[in-house]
């Protein structure tokens, strides 16, 4: 209605026309300056466009959702692809904890990355070397040293 002015006027004058035609009055021109509304109608139409804006925002956030969706499988399909990426962003992850906070961080250790020294460790104690001590060999008499040992009391 406050937006249509001229479609009012061009409507109004058309009524007005048709009415006073038989009166042999014409009706050149109709201009709507003013428009009062009632406070009701000022709070009808408050509510309607804050309901235009909620939808709005509504539709922004589900795009948004919908965007940062598509995003996560697209990384998810590169982060399957290669294995070694998992593991270079979880360590990513890891540097990007220490370097916002000083403190401890635990973290679980990925088993890839273990399993190879797990494997060596087992091959190791599997079959230990055997090391025979070596014998020494025999003092003779002239090099042996008299100990003296004091008398006990």
Partial sequence: MLSDRKKLSDDLQEILDTQTNTWGIKVSN?????????????????????????????????????QASQTLVNAAQILSRIPAAMQLRYLQTLTEIGSE??????F????????PFLELMKKNTATPPVIAPKAAPPIAESEATPVQVPPSD
Avoid at 101 to 106: E, K
């Fill in 108 to 115: 679980p250790m990925p088993i890839d990355l273990v399993k």
């Fill in 30 to 66: 109709v201009e709507i300056r003013t428009i009062e509304l009632t406070e009701d109608m000022i709070r009808a139409i408050a509510k309607q466009a804050e309901a235009e804006r909620d939808r709005r925002a509504k539709i922004i956030h589900a795009e948004a959702e919908f």
């Fill in 101 to 106: 906070n000083n403190s401890t961080v635990i």
